[in-house]
């Protein structure tokens, strides 16, 4: 039988952890009753509000676990060998004293923080720390900063004579005289940490640890922050900030910036909350409101199908549908990441640099936002596990109502990493979208595919002509989307629906450059035999158009708040994309790439690279300016936090 001791120090640990969470549980009640305000009481609310607070259990465990794990570790081998030490505990005591009191001071100024920013507690409170008397002031006259002080000291008074007597009790009890069942000891401690592990990783998903974005599950902007812990947004506010990938990007003079993108877009509009926003209407006599569909294809790239020049038939339902649509011909991704693919294609801003935007959550006027003024409902779905790029949350905060993700599927159907295959997730889709259907809402369905991204499966029902892998994979990428849209003309919304098919980003086929240009070439293809003739288009543009494009072919007013434009009506003489470490931009015959001190120009159309950066000057500085201000406005928009109306 193992000893005594042994066991009151697991206990000992154990009971740590139930203060410490009931004390950052505490803190979320308090904020909770300090907004209550905002929340219409239904039972719909009753139930995300239960679902906000089970969600801070999991976060406060998070931050519960980093403080504990290496005291945890410390008294558990000393107790496997069955020895202690006074110096050694009161030094755990003190640690978990002093970081627990800290995480205490933290959350309790987290409710004035929230109160007043509507955010959680992040590293931007410690801007105002550059004038400490303002600070101090502000605190002295603001009840409510003062009131914060309260629970603090509440909190950390309790906190102290309950460690205390978790102490008293473990140092006190006398140790075995014999050092017995030192393999079950050992054993049982190495599960026991494995816990403690699980819990500061937060989630039991391979592909992605507990992110912020975690806590947004719902459409409501107050609980799915009540559930995140302030110590949690702090830590991972300031890691984020010092991440080099993260850096704002200073290119050209914010305001010279601005000047040319209103003349690039062709802005005479002023509207307060943003410098490109701009009024886009249409005639009434046209409008509809079909379901819209868009398929983000993962590494599709244009150089895949045969409609540009592959003839090894590897798309053959790509190829027949792209002459009975709406086909874009010069149309490329934004960077070269799938976070960077979502997020451009559903949002219409570029990629900058490194930088993760999603990873941030922040809210945007994209189709998702616009649509869903217009009275759809929206939805995504992906074959894995949406927590993964923060992927989930981001599209929870930015007006998605459902989010399906690997833990929505049966079991028995993920093959791999990266979930279900993609037939099984369009098969999966049909009864979701019939019901979204019947509520009498148009909708808007977002996709993105993964199969064509290793580890690679193919399903035993699926037999391919190619002798590869990767082409076969392809093959069934093609064929999924077939067996989709197979599907969805048997339902009654199928003839009333726009489909979009485009790539997150392509593949690095036939490398010339630099920048892989089939890395970033795209189809787009809008497919919807009851709505639209088929046409070709060979305008230069990007994902980030896609959005503006498809309101201008439903002809539905809206504020356009982004850097698309509607290819359609309207003309862009270049687009840019991004190569992590350097940017480019182009045009029909030219293509310019920046990276670090070195411009390149090159006339890409015949794979000439010849470097004509002195033969064409003009040329060159032209399209430079155009992609600096592009990317700087962006980053300007997001440092400003203009991606948004303050009624959004």
């Not at 940490?193 to 391979?206: A, D, E, N, P, V």
């Not at 279900?420 to 809402?441: A, E, Q, W």
């Not at 158009?545 to 850097?563: A, E, R, S």
Request: charged letters at 20%; aromatic letters at 16%.
């Amino acid at each position: 039988m193992i000893d005594k001791n042994f066991k009151l120090t697991l206990l000992t640990i154990v009971k740590i952890y139930i203060v410490s969470i009931s004390i950052f549980f505490a803190f979320r009640l308090i904020l909770f009753i300090t907004e209550f305000d905002r929340l219409n009481l239904t039972s719909e609310t009753i139930i995300n509000t239960l679902q906000a607070l089970v969600m801070g259990v999991r976060f406060d465990i998070v931050i519960t676990g980093y403080i504990i794990f290496l005291p945890s570790l410390v008294i558990i081998i000393s107790s496997i060998l069955n020895k202690k030490n006074r110096l050694v505990n009161n030094i755990i005591f003190y640690f978990l004293l002093i970081f627990f009191s800290i995480s205490f001071i933290i959350s309790a100024s987290d409710i004035p923080y929230f109160n007043q920013f509507f955010r959680r507690f992040e590293i931007g409170a410690f801007e105002w720390m550059d004038n400490p008397e303002f600070v101090f002031k502000m605190i002295i006259e603001e009840p409510r900063y003062i009131l914060a002080i309260i629970p603090f000291l509440l909190s950390a008074f309790l906190f102290y004579k309950l460690l205390k007597a978790i102490f008293n009790k473990y140092t006190k009890t006398e140790l075995d005289n014999q050092n017995r069942h030192i393999f079950y000891k050992i054993i049982i401690s190495i599960l026991f940490l494995s816990l403690i592990f699980i819990g500061i990783r937060g989630r039991l998903q391979k592909k992605s640890p507990i992110r912020v974005g975690t806590a947004y599950f719902c459409q409501d902007p107050f609980l799915n922050q009540l559930g995140l812990n302030p110590v949690f947004t702090l830590i991972r506010s300031y890691l984020d900030s010092k991440n080099i990938n993260n850096k704002s990007i200073h290119l050209i003079d914010n305001s010279i910036a601005i000047n040319n993108v209103k003349k690039y877009l062709k802005i005479n509009q002023k509207l307060d909350f943003s410098p490109i926003a701009r009024k886009i209407e249409f005639d009434t006599i046209n409008r509809i409101k079909p379901n819209i569909i868009v398929i983000i294809m993962e590494s599709m790239s244009a150089a895949k199908m045969e409609r540009f020049g592959n003839n090894e038939k590897l798309t053959p339902f790509l190829d027949s549908i792209s002459y009975k649509s709406y086909f874009f011909t010069n149309i490329y991704t934004a960077g070269e990441h799938t976070f960077n693919g979502i997020f451009s294609t559903l949002f219409s801003f570029p990629a900058i640099y490194k930088q993760h935007t999603m990873k941030h959550i922040r809210r945007y006027m994209g189709i998702s936002y616009v649509l869903k003024q217009k009275g759809y409902s929206t939805s995504y779905f992906t074959t894995h596990d949406g927590q993964f790029d923060n992927v989930e949350g981001f599209l929870h905060a930015n007006n998605f109502d459902n989010v399906i993700s690997q833990s929505d599927y049966p079991a028995k159907e993920i093959k791999t990493t990266l979930g279900v295959p993609d037939d099984y997730m369009f098969r999966f889709s049909i009864s979701k979208i019939n019901k979204l259907h019947k509520t009498g809402k148009p909708f808007f369905v977002s996709f993105m595919t993964a199969s064509d991204h290793g580890p690679y499966y193919i399903p035993d029902y699926f037999h391919p002509h190619s002798s590869t892998i990767k082409k076969q994979i392809i093959e069934y990428a093609d064929w999924s989307l077939h067996k989709f849209i197979e599907l969805a003309s048997t339902t009654d919304w199928f003839n009333n629906t726009i489909f979009v098919f485009v790539a997150d980003h392509g593949a690095a086929i036939n490398v010339k450059y630099p920048i892989s240009l089939n890395y970033h070439h795209t189809p787009l293809i809008f497919y919807a035999p009851s709505i639209l003739n088929p046409k070709e288009f060979d305008c230069i543009g990007g994902q980030i158009d896609i959005f503006p494009t498809l309101m201008g072919v439903i002809k539905q007013p809206y504020v356009n708040n982004t850097l698309g434009i509607d290819l359609i009506n309207e003309k862009r003489p270049y687009i840019f994309i991004n190569g992590d470490d350097k940017v480019a931009v182009l045009d029909k015959t030219f293509l310019f790439i920046m990276r670090k001190n070195e411009k390149i120009l090159y006339k890409y159309k015949k794979f000439d690279r010849t470097n004509y950066i002195n033969d064409y000057p003009n040329k060159a500085k032209e399209m430079e300016i155009y992609l600096k201000s592009n990317l700087q406005v962006y980053q300007y928009m997001l440092n400003n936090e203009k991606t948004l109306t303050t009624k959004n």
